[in-house]
């Protein structure tokens, strides 16, 4: 029986009130989830304060973004030891906004899934297409190359990474691929995990493109999709729980 992981990317938003009352939410008793994994990755200023509240429970925290260099003269960076130093489980690698907002190629992109491994922590690897390159029908060859870079880079550890298919064009748009294109493209991803590792089939892959309370049953009903990586519903805590449910009655 499949097991899923639906993890929650606040991206740059929270205080430290309203994360206590949001992270408050989350951890009050539910119905069962024996079939669903739950996470959140924060903005870093508040790693410790989702260990302090989360730890004990079965809502586990992790990093949005980790250094590609272990440590030194890199003003600002954050590296995979801090982040181990607040037992973060996981970290995102890749993300679209990092991506296209800060110039992250996939050899970048690789050696920071490869420092937070070392470190123990799983990387969440975002793989995913552009409109433009949608529209000129590379959605393939351009997910393909960014997972094949972390591939390539990690070597025998490529079982231990979850990955997460965002389209570019449909995060934070409201728009979102229908569960056939979504089940397409993570069949190719797993496909190609396959072709590296041999337990491919226990790899996270995860949807990440304006998964929603209403949309996300169909989509996690798809054979190949195990999970979601969530931004704006992850801020509203009944969204959230409504997603870890609809994946919990699968």
Request: charged content about 15%; hydrophobic content about 45%.
């Amino acid at each position: 029986m499949k097991r899923f992981l639906v993890v929650g990317n606040w991206k740059m938003n929270g205080l430290s009130a309203t994360n206590a009352d949001l992270l408050g939410a989350l951890l009050r008793p539910s119905p069962t989830r024996d079939r669903v994994d739950i996470a959140v990755c924060v903005p870093a200023p508040y790693l410790a304060q989702a260990q302090l509240i989360c730890q004990g429970s079965d809502l586990v925290w992790g990093a949005q973004d980790v250094s590609a260099h272990e440590s030194g003269a890199y003003t600002g960076e954050v590296s995979a030891a801090m982040l181990h130093d607040f037992k973060a489980r996981y970290v995102l690698v890749g993300h679209s906004e990092r991506r296209q907002y800060h110039g992250e190629s996939s050899s970048v992109v690789a050696a920071k899934a490869q420092r937070a491994l070392a470190k123990g922590i799983t990387p969440i690897v975002c793989v995913g297409e552009t409109l433009q390159e949608r529209e000129a029908g590379q959605t393939e060859d351009v997910v393909k190359r960014q997972l094949a870079a972390v591939i390539q880079q990690v070597g025998h550890c490529a079982s231990e990474i979850v990955v997460a298919y965002e389209p570019v064009w449909a995060i934070g748009t409201g728009r979102t691929a229908s569960p056939e294109h979504a089940q397409a493209v993570h069949a190719l991803l797993r496909a190609q995990l396959s072709a590296a590792t041999a337990n491919a089939q226990s790899i996270h892959l995860l949807y990440g493109g304006s998964m929603n309370a209403s949309n996300a049953a169909s989509l996690l009903a798809q054979p190949d999709i195990d999970g979601g990586l969530v931004g704006g519903a992850s801020l509203k805590p009944l969204d959230f729980l409504a997603i870890v449910a609809a994946a919990q009655a699968l």
